[in-house]
């Protein structure tokens, strides 16, 4: 169970690395383009070099991961948007392939009123394209949902009906915490973290899961949105986190952090010294 956290990767996917090692992280997240656009500038090799050496330096080469851009929704009915989501994530697979990444964690989208069933074929279908664009064995990683509005995977039944239509063993799953109260599965005690993995493992199953996004929550249980929170300040807190660190299920998983921060500046050593002490604890 490695510890890390969503760095930067302003000046160049290396200077992630560099920003990892300075929270001693043991796992790292990263863009690999500005996330609220759609530009995808390959890294030159020059970077790509660094990148992977500094990566085998700091104990944390195949332990990194890229995040998608926001903008992707592969749900929408707008193909040229389709399309640029597409593009988007192929992208960003094509760099995993280059840099070693192990994959991109993407939110799926939303169906906007149009209802799941009736989007599933496409989202299928634009998934199996980005990995059909992509060489070798990098992971598309879809990231559950906080439940808000029509967003889709939000629980997860829909996470396991695309994986099946699908139909790859290069899909995986990201399970953020926030999102995961927000939408209604109760992982603040022992007996909540148990019900929602019994869960998780008849619609996905608990081999899928390869990273965790490790948020506290702005918002209580059910409420539907998106407001994370740092760790032990929020309505998981430090019993939350505590069970669902200590579930099977999570044993072999990485923990990456994306709270705001006890200064407002992004995960930071402190949050990263509290979630430390919960995997000790955790683990015994």
């Known amino acids: 169970m490695r510890i890390g956290a969503h760095v930067s990767s302003a000046g160049g996917l290396d200077k992630a690395i560099d920003r990892a090692v300075a929270l001693e992280c043991e796992?790292?997240?990263?863009?690999?383009?500005?996330?609220?656009?759609?530009?995808?500038?390959p890294?030159?090799?020059?970077?790509?070099?660094?990148?992977?050496?500094?990566?085998?330096?700091?104990?944390?080469?195949?332990?990194?991961?890229?995040?998608?851009?926001?903008?992707v929704n592969l749900a929408t009915e707008n193909p040229e948007h389709l399309a640029k989501g597409v593009a988007s994530l192929s992208f960003y697979l094509n760099v995993c392939h280059q840099t070693g990444v192990k994959g991109v964690i993407f939110h799926v989208g939303s169906?906007?009123?149009?209802?799941?069933?009736?989007?599933?074929?496409q989202i299928a279908g634009a998934m199996r394209q980005v990995l059909a664009n992509a060489p070798g064995d990098a992971w598309l990683i879809i990231e559950n949902n906080a439940?808000?509005?029509?967003?889709?995977?939000?629980?997860?039944?829909?996470?396991?009906?695309?994986?099946d239509a699908v139909e790859s063993p290069r899909v995986k799953v990201c399970l953020d915490t926030c999102h995961s109260l927000s939408s209604g599965y109760d992982l603040r005690s022992e007996s909540g973290v148990a019900a929602a993995m019994d869960e998780f493992q008849r619609e996905v199953g608990w081999e899928h899961l390869v990273a965790v996004h490790a948020n506290d929550s702005k918002a209580p249980l059910g409420a539907g949105v998106d407001r994370h929170e740092n760790i032990g300040d929020?309505?998981?807190?430090?019993?939350?986190?505590?069970?669902?660190?200590?579930?099977?299920?999570f044993r072999d998983v990485p923990f990456m952090l994306e709270v705001p921060g006890i200064e407002?500046?992004?995960?930071?050593?402190?949050?990263?010294?509290?979630?430390?002490?919960?995997?000790?604890?955790?683990?015994g």
Request: hydrophobic share 45%; with cysteine; aromatic share 10%.
């Open 27 to 41: 796992t790292v997240q990263l863009f690999a383009s500005p996330p609220q656009g759609w530009a995808m500038k």
């Open 43 to 71: 890294p030159s090799p020059e970077v790509v070099a660094a990148f992977r050496q500094k990566a085998e330096a700091a104990g944390l080469a195949g332990w990194c991961f890229f995040h998608g851009v926001y903008l």
């Open 111 to 121: 169906h906007k009123g149009a209802g799941f069933a009736t989007v599933l074929p």
């Open 147 to 163: 439940g808000q509005g029509q967003q889709i995977a939000g629980n997860f039944a829909e996470i396991g009906r695309i994986m």
């Open 234 to 249: 929020g309505y998981l807190g430090l019993d939350g986190f505590r069970a669902i660190m200590g579930h099977p299920a």
């Open 264 to 283: 407002g500046a992004g995960p930071d050593a402190e949050n990263m010294r509290r979630l430390r002490e919960l995997r000790s604890i955790a683990l």
